[in-house]
């Protein structure tokens, strides 16, 4: 009987962590659909909390890339492709924290990348 137990527990361990699509707390998933409201507005986010702080205003064009961490809230990061003032493409990081997704998201970083 416990060795039935214990077979049964090594078969059904594997497909139990499968099943599920999160990534576990702490580790980077990649971000399928880059289209998706949440992200392009967060990704928003971070070029409008850039140009708040910034001469240089930059136009939201689209994500390029993107990651997601869960942990005590939601951490994206985001290359986002932007248009400058002198109407030129460029490429940026971010990196955007939302606590629980209470709506009230912090801009970690944005970085130009070329």
Request: hydrophobic content about 40%; proline content about 4%.
């Amino acid at each position: 009987m416990l060795k039935t137990l214990i077979c049964l527990c090594l078969i059904l361990l594997p497909v139990t962590s499968v099943v599920g699509e999160k990534a576990p707390p702490g580790r980077w998933k990649r971000i399928r659909n880059l289209d998706r409201d949440y992200f392009v507005n967060i990704a928003k986010f971070a070029v409008d909390e850039h140009n708040k702080h910034s001469k240089n205003k930059l136009v939201f064009i689209r994500i390029l890339e993107g990651r997601e961490q869960m942990d005590t809230g939601q951490r994206d990061y985001f290359k986002i492709g932007v248009r400058n003032s002198e109407d030129w493409s460029e490429i940026y990081e971010a990196s955007v924290f939302d606590k629980e997704h209470k709506n009230a998201p912090i801009l970690e970083f944005f970085r130009k990348i070329r």
